[in-house]
C-alpha cells in the first residue's frame, strides 16, 4: 500500500484522520510486542491535539552502575534473544550534540512504582506543526527522550503544513543542521557515547505520497535493537480500516 495523503481531500473528506493514526499506533505497539523480549512491553499512548507515540517500556529490576543508571540489556539476560538479532544498516550520518550536564539533584526511585520508558515512536499530528508552541512542545519532548538516553523514531506524514521538526529537534540538541526543509520523512535517533564524546546517530528516509514506507530502527535504553516496520503496519492499518487511495 502507497503512502496515502491523509490531510487533503479526498481521504480527509472520507476518513477521520485521527482515527486512523490511532490504528496506526496500536498496530505499531502489536508489532513490536511480538519483537520484544520477556521484560519489555509497547503501548500506544494517543492524546489528540497533542501527540500520537508508541513507547517501549522496561520491567525488568535491573540497575547498570556502568551507565549510572537506567538497565542494562546484557545483564538481563536479554543479549541471546531473538529480538536482539537484528542489526540496523549503518546510520546515514552521525552530528555531535550536547547533552543535559551539569545537574544538581536528588532522585528516589521505587522500584514497584512502575516501568521505566527505553523507547519511543512518535507519529507527528496536524496539531503538532500547527503553530510554534505546539511544534516547541513536540520538539522540547523529543530531545528529553534523546537527552535521556531514549531511543526514538519521528515519523511526519502530515501534508499542507510544512514545518520540519526533524530538523528543529536537531537545532534543539546543539547539531549543526544545514539540511534543506522537507515535507515528509521517518528519521531514527541513538544517542551514543565513545570516546568521551557524546554523539548521535541518525538514520533519515523522505517520505512522499505514493512511496514505500521504510523500516527504522528503534534504539532501546540498554542496547536492544528493534526493526519498526513502518509499511507493513502502515498496511494493515489501511486494510483493517478499510481505507483505500
Known amino acids: 500500500m502507497p503512502l496515502l495523503d491523509h490531510s487533503g481531500p479526498p481521504l480527509s473528506l472520507r476518513r477521520h484522520w485521527h482515527a486512523f493514526h490511532n490504528a496506526w499506533a496500536t498496530y505499531l505497539s502489536s508489532d513490536l510486542n511480538r519483537r520484544l523480549p520477556e521484560g519489555y512491553f509497547a503501548e500506544p499512548n494517543v492524546q489528540f491535539g497533542i501527540e500520537i507515540d508508541v513507547a517501549t517500556w522496561d520491567e525488568r529490576a535491573v540497575f547498570d552502575p556502568a551507565s549510572g543508571g537506567g538497565r542494562s ?32 539533584e536528588v532522585l528516589v526511585y521505587d522500584q514497584h512504582s512502575g516501568p521505566t520508558l527505553a523507547g519511543a515512536i512518535e507519529l507527528v499530528s496536524p496539531a503538532n506543526k500547527d503553530r510554534p508552541s505546539q511544534r516547541d512542545a513536540l520538539v522540547t519532548k523529543c530531545a528529553s527522550y534523546v537527552q535521556q538516553g531514549v531511543g526514538l523514531v519521528l515519523v511526519d506524514v502530515v501534508t499542507g503544513r510544512t514545518a520540519d521538526l526533524h530538523r528543529e529537534l536537531l537545532v534543539r540538541l546543539g547539531a549543526q543542521e544545514n539540511r534543506a526543509r522537507g515535507e515528509l520523512y521517518a528519521v531514527a535517533y541513538r544517542p551514543v557515547c565513545q570516546d568521551q564524546e557524546t554523539r548521535l546517530e541518525v538514520w533519515e528516509e523522505p517520505l512522499q505520497v505514493g512511496g514505500a514506507l521504510p523500516t527504522l530502527p528503534l534504539w532501546l535504553l540498554g542496547g536492544l535493537c528493534l526493526p519498526v516496520e513502518l509499511e507493513a503496519t502502515y498496511q494493515r492499518t489501511c486494510e483493517e480500516q478499510r481505507v483505500t487511495a
Open 73 to 104: 540489556a546484557t545483564d538481563a539476560g536479554v543479549r541471546g534473544s531473538a529480538a536482539a538479532v537484528w542489526a540496523p544498516t549503518a546510520p546515514a550520518r552521525v552530528v555531535p550534540i550536547s547533552l543535559l550536564e551539569g545537574r544538581a
